[in-house]
C-alpha cells in the first residue's frame, strides 16, 4: 500500500521562501515520477511541478517558474519543493502525488497519478 506523507507547511510572509517534504513508502520509489499539486482556497486542484523517476527532468507551471525547485532523493525515498519568493496567490493545500505507472514522459495532468498525499497548508501573508 503506497502511503504519502507531506510535511513543511506553515505560514511565511510575502518573499519568504518554504520547503516542503514528502515521504514516501510502500513499492519501489525509484521507479516512478513525483508530482506537486496544489489546492487554492475555492479553486481545483492545480499542477504545480513534476519529476522523473531518475531525477534527472522537472517540469513547472508557468507560475511557479523561476521560483519553485522539485528535487528527489531515490535512496531516501523523498520528494521536496523548495519555495522561494513565496507571493500570496501560492497559499493552498500542497499535495505529494506518485504516478500509477512508470512513465517516460513528465505529466501536469491529475490521471497520471494514482496516489495522493494528505497535504500539507501553505498559507502566505501580504
Known amino acids: 500500500q503506497v502511503q504519502l506523507v507531506e510535511s513543511g507547511g506553515g505560514l511565511v510572509q510575502a518573499g519568504g521562501s518554504l520547503r516542503l517534504f514528502c515521504a514516501a513508502s510502500?513499492?519501489?520509489?525509484?521507479?516512478?515520477?513525483m508530482a506537486w499539486f496544489r489546492q487554492p482556497p475555492g479553486k481545483e486542484r492545480e499542477f504545480v511541478a513534476a519529476i522523473t523517476w531518475s531525477g534527472d527532468r522537472s517540469y513547472y507551471a508557468d507560475s511557479v517558474k523561476g521560483r519553485f525547485a522539485i528535487s528527489r532523493d531515490n535512496a531516501k525515498n523523498t520528494v521536496s519543493l523548495q519555495m522561494n519568493s513565496l507571493k500570496p496567490e501560492d497559499t493552498a493545500v500542497y499535495y505529494c502525488?506518485?504516478?500509477?505507472?512508470?512513465?517516460?514522459?513528465?505529466?501536469?495532468?491529475?490521471?497520471?497519478?494514482?496516489?495522493w498525499g494528505q497535504g500539507t497548508q501553505v498559507t502566505v501573508s501580504s
Open positions: 510502500g513499492r519501489t520509489f525509484s521507479s516512478y515520477s
Open positions: 502525488a506518485q504516478a500509477r505507472v512508470f512513465l517516460s514522459a513528465l505529466s501536469k495532468f491529475r490521471r497520471d497519478y494514482g496516489y
